[in-house]
């Protein structure tokens, strides 16, 4: 099968399901302020869970390590946050993410 039949299919998939609507709610903000009432603090409590990461191949898997959320309170500058620190174990490195 050539490269071109490739490049046609997914374009002939594409035209023929139409666009895709776009519900605005979702696009207008991306951010949270303290005090907004579109998140209610009584349901964000501080936690932490250690989840156990498996690899699978095929037919067979192992243990690859653990996963470990935590979600912390604070204050920066007098306003209240919140801060999520993802940490990744595996057999080759850590990797931290937060936000």
Do not use: H
């Not at 191949?57 to 919140?82: A, Y």
């Amino acid at each position: 099968m050539s490269a071109y039949s490739f490049l046609v299919y997914p374009l002939i998939a594409a035209l023929s399901t139409g666009s895709p609507e776009i519900n605005e709610s979702r696009t207008t903000c991306d951010t949270v302020t303290a005090g907004e009432k579109a998140v209610s603090s009584s349901y964000l409590t501080d936690f932490t869970v250690v989840r156990r990461l498996t690899l699978t191949r095929g037919d067979s898997s192992w243990p690859f390590g653990t996963q470990t959320e935590t979600l912390t309170s604070g204050r920066l500058n007098g306003r209240p946050t919140l801060l999520d620190v993802l940490i990744f174990d595996t057999p080759r490195a850590r990797t931290i993410d937060s936000s």
